[in-house]
Each structure stands twice: as structure tokens, then as C-alpha cells.
């Protein structure tokens, strides 16, 4: 056998890695990349398309609860998600980039919020703590993985029996650049089962632009 054939043959058998999400997180790899986001992420007209509120109700936050807004960018969720936990519940508002963070502390301290603590994750661990959260969100978060084995492995971890991960994200057909999306919902529902998980409701947030699915480990 030559050594190209060699190496054909075990390309045929290696396994599947999951695909680097290299087009959605091309614009997050520069501080004026990232300002750029930030003033999408703060656009006026978010709350029309966004409905927080309404996400809040879906995702049933119990007062007391502690809940992860993962990939928080600017912390546009964390005044719905600090009322929805009230003063005996937790907020921990988890991003990779400190100058998001730092956008998100002036939001909290904006909104006197005070049940709000923050996390610098890494691309392939948030850094959670463990055995210790109610529900995990990941708000048009997923497609961003690098690493999406590793962070569901991390965020099974991080969950308190009967935890919840609650990933709202784009149709990938409904966004206006679908390269932009690494996985359609029915993708997105088979991965993140394989990795330690089960699908217990799904729905339209935005019809035929973005969907919530909701899973609890395993």
C-alpha cells in the first residue's frame, strides 16, 4: 500500500470532528470586531425581535434558581434573568472576551443588579461551577462553538440533577448568511444529544428565523 493510499484510508475511517465554527466567530477575533458586535447586541430594536420576556416565560426560571447566561456579550439578558431569579437566586454571566465582560458589568451596574456574577470561559471549558446550576442558556450562543463536545461535556458537569440546557439559536435556512450557522436545528438537537443529553421541548422563537430547544442531561 503507498503512502497515499495509507492516508486515504484512514481519512475514510477517522472519526467525524465536529466542524470549527471559523465563519461565525470570524468578526470576535479583533477588539474593532468585537465594538462592532457590541452595537448589534445593544441595537434598539432587539427587544421587538429578541422578546425576552417571553423567552424568560418559556424557560420557566424558578425564583432561587441559579442560571448561566452563557455567552453573554453585553449582558442584554441579565436584567430579565436577575428578576426571574430574585434576591435568592444567582445570575453567573459567563464570556471568553474580558471587553464583553466589562460591557456587561456597566449593564449590571446599570441596572443595580446584585445577584449577577461573572465568569471568564474559555473556548473549550466556561468554567462553571460544578454540580451546582438549574439551567444553563446559551443564547445565540451554539453556533459559536470550536468546540461543541467539550462544552457540553462542561456544561453536563455544571448541572445540579434535573439541570436544564436551554440553547435558543437561528435557523440556518432563516439567517441571511447561512454559512454563518454550523447546524440547522435537527443538527444542532443530534449533536447536543450524543453528547450526554435529551430533548424535552422545542419551539419557534422567532418563526423560521430563530428556534429554542430545551434538553436535560442525561
Known amino acids: 500500500m ?21 465563519t461565525a466567530n470570524s468578526g470576535y477575533k479583533t477588539h474593532e470586531g468585537r465594538e462592532r458586535v457590541a452595537q448589534s447586541l ?26 448561566v447566561d452563557l455567552g453573554t456579550g453585553v449582558g442584554y439578558m441579565l436584567p430579565y434573568l436577575s428578576e426571574a431569579v430574585g434576591p435568592t437566586g444567582k445570575v453567573l454571566a459567563e464570556d471568553i472576551f474580558d471587553d464583553f465582560l466589562a460591557k456587561a458589568k456597566e449593564n449590571a451596574a446599570a441596572h443595580s443588579l446584585t445577584n449577577v456574577e461573572f ?16 439551567l444553563v442558556m446559551a443564547l ?8 461543541p ?5 462542561a456544561i453536563a458537569r455544571s448541572l445540579r440533577p434535573g439541570g436544564r440546557l436551554a440553547i435558543i439559536d437561528f435557523y440556518k435556512n432563516g439567517f441571511r448568511d447561512p454559512a454563518h450557522i454550523r447546524l440547522d436545528q435537527d443538527g444542532v438537537i443530534r449533536e447536543v444529544e450524543s ?12 418563526p423560521k428565523v430563530q428556534y ?7
Open 2 to 22: 503507498t503512502i497515499l493510499s495509507l492516508a486515504l484510508s484512514l481519512a475514510l475511517v477517522a472519526p467525524a470532528w465536529p466542524q470549527a465554527a471559523a
Open 119 to 134: 465568569i471568564k470561559g474559555a473556548v473549550q471549558d466556561p468554567r462553571l461551577p460544578p454540580n451546582s446550576v438549574d
Open 140 to 147: 445565540d450562543a451554539y453556533h459559536h462553538f470550536d468546540y
Open 42 to 67: 445593544n441595537a434598539g430594536d432587539r427587544e421587538t425581535k429578541q422578546r425576552p420576556k417571553e423567552l424568560v416565560e418559556v424557560l420557566r426560571i424558578t425564583p432561587g434558581a441559579t442560571v
Open 195 to 206: 453528547n450526554g443529553f435529551h430533548l424535552v421541548h422545542k419551539q419557534d422563537h422567532q
Open 149 to 153: 463536545d467539550k462544552m457540553l461535556a
Open 212 to 218: 429554542i430547544a430545551i434538553f436535560r442531561k442525561k
